[in-house]
């Protein structure tokens, strides 16, 4: 009975399965999975067959197939009435939409996204894995240090020993464990790998960046997230924004924060390396730097403080540097153009051009596609 509950459980899942891999690009452009996040699952809505069921009335009621009846009578009462629904109004004539919500892990959907896209894995650099060991209590062993040893298994031994022996006195219950008796816990070191991985997400908030452009960021980094997690056995994310100044701010504001003003590109690429100089070290940490704009900037020489930023402080650490460019209608859109100028042979800088929503899958692939 078990191994059958086991089979019909694996055959919902494959179907579920199936039917987020065909609904997956909608889901992305449509944002619909990122509001349904839970800590380690997502609800994914699904549509839901129903079942046909029989339904039983009360007996000694007459119809079609009990008592009384001719070929052709409606089942379960006259004609009359046919149609009404409850209340007396008319039933509607087309079929209702059901969904069913399925959770799913965040490693599971993860995976999906990879199959669906072919994303290859990360490529190992060689120190994407910190190792910390762990001592771990695994059972109980006659050998050991007093520190280690368990007091109620050595006192339940002691008085195994002193029944079987007939000197136990239940009206002088005194019981004194002998060297045999002591029982002591066992331990085995484990090595297992620590967060090691790192997004900076880097955000133009400046007056040309609107709540549509912000949404678009919002959805693809929900999805580069959800990648990166399955690749690492922990992923931090930091974020900034920046107009003409940045800051870091936690992930609540940056997906939701109203700014305007000018916009110098440059003050986030300065924070982000001040960020990993402080926090992340590239000897212990992947470092993946984002940054979402709509391709204006402050001036020329902005552009190439950008450019000598991430030359000499950027780059030489991280696996990758991503830009995302979304299209605003205010937006001059030249900061991509510059930056394929200076980078266009450089494989560690990705570059993509997000017109719109429906754009957002096609990005995804051109920044994790590569594996770095």
């Known amino acids: 009975m078990s191994l059958k509950i086991d089979q019909d459980h694996s055959r919902f899942r494959g179907i579920v399965r199936g039917r987020i891999r065909q609904n997956l690009r909608k889901y992305i452009s449509q944002g619909e999975l990122v509001g349904k996040q839970g800590k380690e699952l997502v609800s994914i809505p699904i549509p839901q067959i129903d079942i046909p069921r ?47 919500e399925v959770d799913v892990t965040l490693d599971e959907l993860a995976s999906i996204l990879g199959e669906e896209l072919e994303l290859p894995d990360i490529q190992d650099k060689g120190k994407s894995k910190i190792i910390n060991a762990k001592d771990r209590y695994t059972g109980i062993r006659r050998v050991g240090p007093e520190s280690l040893r368990h007091f109620r298994r050595t006192y339940r031994e002691a008085l195994k020993r002193q029944i079987g022996m007939g000197s136990y006195m239940p009206d002088k219950p005194v019981v004194v464990p002998i060297p045999d008796d002591k029982r002591f816990r066992s331990w085995k070191t484990e090595a297992e790998p620590v967060a090691n991985a790192v997004i900076v997400y880097m955000m133009d908030v400046s007056g040309s960046m609107g709540d549509e452009q912000k949404e678009i ?30 800051r870091e701010v936690d992930r609540e504001t940056f997906f939701h924060t109203r700014e305007s003003g000018g916009t110098m590109i440059s003050s986030a690429y300065k924070l982000c390396s001040q960020i990993i100089d402080d926090h992340d070290p590239p000897e212990e940490w992947n470092i993946y730097p984002f940054h979402f704009s709509d391709g204006d900037n402050w001036s020329m020489d902005d552009t190439l403080a950008c450019v000598d930023i991430l030359k000499s402080k950027l780059l030489p650490r991280a696996n990758m540097f991503a830009y995302g460019q979304v299209e605003s209608p205010y937006g001059s859109g030249q900061f991509i153009k510059d930056l394929r100028d ?21 990005s995804i692939k051109e920044f994790l596609g590569r594996g770095k």
């Not at 119809?63 to 008319?90: C, F, I, N, V, Y």
């Not at 200076?342 to 096609?362: C, M, N, Q």
């Open 217 to 246: 960021v919002r959805i693809e980094s929900f999805w580069i997230d959800a990648w990166l997690q399955r690749q690492y056995k922990g992923l931090e994310s930091r974020f900034i924004i920046h107009d003409a100044v940045a």
């Open 54 to 100: 029989f339904r039983f009335g009360d007996k000694n009621q007459g119809g079609a197939g009990q008592g009384e009846g001719d070929p052709g009578d409606p089942m379960g009462g006259s004609e009359e009435g046919e149609g009404e629904g409850e209340g007396g109004k008319k039933a509607g004539e087309g079929a209702g939409e059901h969904v069913l």
């Open 342 to 362: 200076h980078f266009g042979k450089d494989e560690r800088v990705v570059t993509s051009e997000i017109r719109d929503k429906d754009a957002i899958v096609g």
